[in-house]
């Protein structure tokens, strides 16, 4: 496997060696991989992202309470990983790692984005739509953008050849989570939600429970117009869809053939919702003959937002939610599916990160890398179940441009800092009380104490030093606000004109 050089690259190799993580575990019968892709044809790449849906909303994963049969089958027929983490708990820094392999921090964008945002994603950054684009994809995407609204910074602007969504968050309107008789103010600042469908906007204030339909629809009319299009499945150029969901974002909803189906309530069938989806964007990939030639990958952008309770999904076994550097708010599910492709069945607790879709999909398709330093990590050998692992290197937990923690292998430390934590869980959409808490320096043992409940750093004083260099590490690299540091190697936000 072409192993690439990575310039800048934060994973520093000495460190490591002694802490990382267990490799993959392949299920009993594992098929043995099989090579059926068309020579010199790369393969098709779906990218499946929900908004704030919860390790704990994925029926698959430890301690989950929903339903999801589809995504279930795509872990039991592909890999299913433990250790997945995005680069931000929330999310429109979350999108611009997906999306350039780079922290947020380094690219402008660790902070979430409001309507009529002066500042996202720069449009000088190369997002994995570009480079997949150069490389002779139609790329397409539907539902949430998040990384900036002006128009040079909106999707068709940043590699996608088509687009139909919202442009930030399905909250941000002026019905926000309002209501002055239980004191909760909402935002009558903020403009008409528009909707955006075929190049123009098509509806304001868009009917929540239409947005999981449309975006469906969408998605299984491009790819049936791929195809047709070209005449058959073998002689289509490759593609790259992007399915981004609204939804389990608040206000959540399900359209009618989902309500009550769950009996958990309207979250779970939400869910259902959302899984459905996802099942229907595969059934078309099997039904159009693309399969065999597609790697499809589920993930979320960041933890559940449980200030609103009962409209929140849940973190399995891990402490804090959307917001925190805690593992809740960082690590999510994520299974990755390409039958014929890879080694089926295997779950990996190996660290890796929403960060390394661009490197990993461009080993894949022979597409180039960005021209300019990221931060992800080629992990193809550990997609397809073939070659040895790349080595994980500390991962570290920003929040917006504030160092909160370090990962390596099994330890997790945390630098003192200032987190939310909700005091009340709120119902029936409406957000709970929170309060802001400080953390202390903390060690945890991510191994032997997942739920971050027990402070060993006096146990350990020499990893607490180790991994205090690798924080000063990337303090020099991207900066750290909570002690005034501005990084080296940051680069400048896009500006809305
Ligand atoms: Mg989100």
Known sequence: MKMHAWALRLALGGLVGACQTAGTDPAPHAECVRETR???????????????????????????QCQTPNIDRLAREGLRLTSFYVAAPACSPSRAALLTGCYPVRVGVPEVLGPKSPTGLAPSEETLAELLRERGYTTAMVGKWHLGDAPAM??????????????????????????????????????????????????????????TPLYTKRAL???DAHVHAQGNAQAASPFFLYYAFSHPHVPIAASERFRGKSGQGLYADMILEID????QVVAKLEELGLAQNTWVVFTSDNGPWTRFGDHAGTTGPWRGDKGTCFEGGMRMPCVVWAPGQMVAGRTSDQVTTAMDLVPTVAA?????????????????????GRGELPIPGPFFYYYPSELHAVRVGRWKLHAPHPFRKVVTPGQGGYPGEQTFVQVERSLYDLEADPGETTNVAASHPEIVRRLERELERARVELGDSLVGRKGRAVRPAGKAQ
């Open 38 to 64: 068309n020579a010199g044809s790369p393969p098709n790449i779906v990218v499946l992202f929900a908004d704030d849906m919860g390790w704990g909303d994925v029926g698959c994963y430890e301690g989950s």
């Open 154 to 211: 909106l999707p068709t602007a940043q590699g996608f050849d088509s687009w139909t969504g919202l442009p930030y968050s399905n909250d941000m309107w002026p019905w926000h989570y309002g209501d002055p008789e239980r004191g909760v103010i909402g935002n009558p600042n903020w403009p008409d939600l528009p909707l955006f469908d075929g190049g123009q906007v098509t509806q304001l204030n868009p009917n929540q429970d239409s947005l």
């Open 221 to 223: 009319e491009f790819l």
């Open 276 to 279: 459905d989806a996802v099942g």
């Open 364 to 384: 894949l398709t022979g597409a180039r890398l960005p021209s300019r330093p990221i931060d992800g990590v080629d992990q193809s050998a550990l997609w397809t």
